[in-house]
């Protein structure tokens, strides 16, 4: 495996695009909009530059190593393809039917979400034993494990690609069963959610839930935090498919989760959450 | 000795920190991670902030966190790195 295709260049997409080619991987990097494209780029030569900051990487990245596109035949050619678009079912479903039939028949296609079925996705191609569930964290280049999530049809050789083409990445995976939320935002979502609940009842600041984390469990960033790092339109999405997933009224979205996302309030991406990135 | 343009620059170092976090309390030759209140993901901002203030890239070889651990450090990175951008900077740039 040497040409990766990555779909959808927002922030979880180019932290993908630049880990694949800071590992010498050749990326092909789609999505929508060229203007999209560009502010990955920028995104991606930031964060370059906070690896130099931080872990005392390389400074720059060589620029050939990620194709930007808004071509999606451009995948014809990829080995693997790691699918990073929002987590909305209507566009996962309009985009899987197209990779099945841009890509060869033996690449294997990684969903990189936080909260929808594996094997919902798989049954959108004719490869459901070569589709998978790579939950990278963000920053990804920062974070050394993946959460592998093995779908109903998943095959042994499928979850093999996907630990190889992880450690070619420097990261191992933790492999998981395929239920809503798998393991990490089933609990991490909720946490969110809750810690908003609090800051909405005003029965604490959003400092000092996060205080509470960070002084008394050790935690580095508390769940608010958090949130603002995630984006609160991604936790957003991600409460409400749990709540569909399972019916249970303990996956109801916070009121004030909902109209921060309406405002505009999306977390450090937009500069303004929970706290101030300005 | 310090000069009265290099106090500014250090004061608006310390005030962009102060803004982030309000309630905390630093010296200038605090540092700031080491007390807890600012993660490592801040030095990015800091970074950007010093290169937007005081108009200059910092170099590859100074993207290093013991430059940006402390008031102090930050401002005598400013310094040496860009003397003129900082007498511009600071003398146009306050509206004080």
Known sequence: MKRIGVVGAGVMGAGVAQCLAQHGFQVVLVDLGADVLDQARERIRLDVRMGRLLNNGPAELDPDLIQGTTDYDDLAEVDFVIENITEKWELKQRVYPRLDQICRPDVVFAANTSALSITRIAALTRRPDRVIGLHFMNPVPMKPSVEVIRGWHTSAETVRTAEKLLAGMGKNGIVVGDAPGFVSNRVLMLTINEAVCLVHEQVATAEQVDRIFTSCFGHRMGPLETADLIGLDTILYSVEVLYESYNDSKYRPCPLLRQMVDAGLHGRKSGQGFYTYR | ?96
């Open chain 2, 1 to 96: 000795m310090e000069t009265v343009v290099g106090s500014r620059a250090r004061s608006d170092i310390r005030e962009f920190i102060q803004a982030k976090f309000p309630g905390a309390r630093f010296t200038d030759s605090d540092d700031i991670f080491g007390l807890g209140f600012a993660t490592s993901l801040f030095a990015m901002q800091l970074v950007m902030f010093v290169e937007q203030r005081f108009g200059f890239q910092v170099d590859n070889d100074d993207l290093d966190l013991a430059n940006f651990r402390s008031v102090d450090a930050m401002a005598a990175l400013v310094a040496r790195a860009a003397p003129a951008a900082v007498e511009q900077g600071v003398a146009g740039g306050t509206g004080a």
